[in-house]
């Protein structure tokens, strides 16, 4: 019995496929309108889609703009004030005399609070960066009244050791309550010297740190 199966694969394949033919046979069977829609529904719908959402995406507002009635540049103020406001009440003309003037009025109100550090962990990120863990207690607080009579007491002692309004001095402290402090320290220097009540212009230095987290930088 002759393995037909066999003799039909030996046999090599010497007829040409021509691909127009093969076109115009699947044109004949499918129909040109059913292939262009197939071609439409495969390209146009999936670009369309994808333009929708990029649309919606722009289209989210992280602002939104409202109306407001009125004519254009028509302003709503104190009819008693005809100009804008140069200081906050008659007298307080500089930062000086201005905190002066607060701490006389709220002596016994609360003006500056501070921690204090109880306990520090070292700890050790996912990145193996070590950095410390500070455990603070309860806020300490220093009333206005406190805090000009410290000014006070360190402005005088600035004065008798020389310092005067051409004297340049540099802040280097924390973010703290000693910082404000004694910068409030040198307007009162000024306010106390310079009869003109000119401001002493003050330089802050803040602290940056390696990638080590040790160097310090200036």
């Given at each position: 019995m002759k393995n037909t199966n066999a003799t039909t694969l030996a046999k090599p394949l010497t007829k040409k496929v021509d691909f127009s033919d093969y076109l115009s046979s699947f044109m004949k069977s499918y129909g040109t309108s059913r292939i262009v829609g197939a071609v439409v529904a495969a390209v146009v719908v999936?670009?369309?889609?994808?333009?929708?959402?990029?649309?919606?995406?722009?289209?989210?507002?992280?602002?939104?703009?409202?109306?407001?009635?009125?004519?254009?540049?028509?302003?709503?103020?104190?009819?008693?004030?005809?100009?804008?406001?140069?200081?906050?009440?008659?007298?307080?003309?500089?930062?000086?005399?201005?905190?002066?003037?607060?701490?006389e009025k709220y002596s016994r109100n609360p003006c500056?609070?501070?921690?204090?550090?109880?306990?520090k962990d070292v700890v050790t990120a996912s990145d193996g960066r070590r950095f410390e863990k500070l455990h603070l207690g309860d806020y300490e607080w220093q009333t206005y009244g406190q805090v000009y009579q410290r000014?006070?007491?360190?402005?005088?002692?600035?004065?008798?050791?020389?310092?005067?309004?051409?004297?340049?001095?540099?802040?280097?402290?924390?973010?703290?309550?000693?910082?404000?402090?004694?910068?409030?320290?040198?307007?009162?220097?000024?306010?106390?010297?310079?009869?003109?009540?000119?401001e002493l212009p003050a330089v802050g230095s803040s602290l940056s740190f390696g990638e080590d987290g040790k160097k310090m930088k200036f």
């Open positions: 999936p670009v369309l889609f994808s333009s929708i959402l990029m649309g919606k995406k722009n289209g989210k507002k992280r602002g939104v703009p409202i109306e407001v009635g009125g004519e254009a540049g028509y302003a709503v103020r104190n009819a008693r004030m005809h100009e804008l406001a140069q200081f906050p009440w008659e007298g307080a003309t500089t930062i000086a005399a201005l905190f002066e003037q607060c701490c500056l609070g501070t921690r204090k550090v109880i306990k000014a006070c007491h360190f402005a005088s002692g600035l004065v008798n050791f020389g310092h005067n309004v051409v004297t340049r001095v540099v802040i280097f402290s924390e973010t703290q309550a000693e910082w404000q402090i004694t910068f409030q320290i040198f307007q009162i220097i000024v306010a106390a010297i310079n009869k003109r009540k000119m």
